[in-house]
């Protein structure tokens, strides 16, 4: 198990950046692969982006391909969403999540969730 904590999430307009940050608790850390997800109100929660342990493996959400990165940087044991051209449909709560592979993500440890919220 790893204890993970979300942050950068906020209030902006259309058009607008936003990163959101995860730091991971443990020794281990560049031995989980990472994902974000989101989810927003009423709806199902809902795959964003992940990347591999090593960080150099990246699967992305057809939503938001060419529009969000995610990185890592294993010696911060931090994972991150670079969020540009933000757009309304991106308002959610967003979620890390770690996992053993990126194809089991799902049933790893997650995040408390950070706020994103994008007005037209």
């Known amino acids: 198990q790893v204890h993970l904590v979300e942050s950068g999430g906020g209030l902006v307009q259309a058009g607008d950046s936003l990163r959101l940050s995860c730091a991971a608790s443990g020794r281990t850390f560049s031995s989980y692969a990472m994902g974000w997800f989101r989810q927003a109100p009423g709806k199902e929660r809902e795959f964003v982006a992940a990347i591999s342990g090593s960080g150099g493996s990246t699967v992305y959400a057809d939503s938001v391909k060419g529009r969000f990165t995610i990185a890592r940087d294993n010696a911060k044991n931090t994972v991150y969403l670079q969020m540009n051209s933000l757009k309304p449909e991106d308002t959610a709560v967003y979620y890390c999540?770690?996992?053993?592979?990126?194809?089991?993500?799902?049933?790893?440890?997650w995040g408390q969730g950070t706020q994103v919220t994008v007005s037209s």
């Open positions: 999540a770690a996992g053993r592979s990126i194809a089991t993500i799902e049933f790893g440890s």
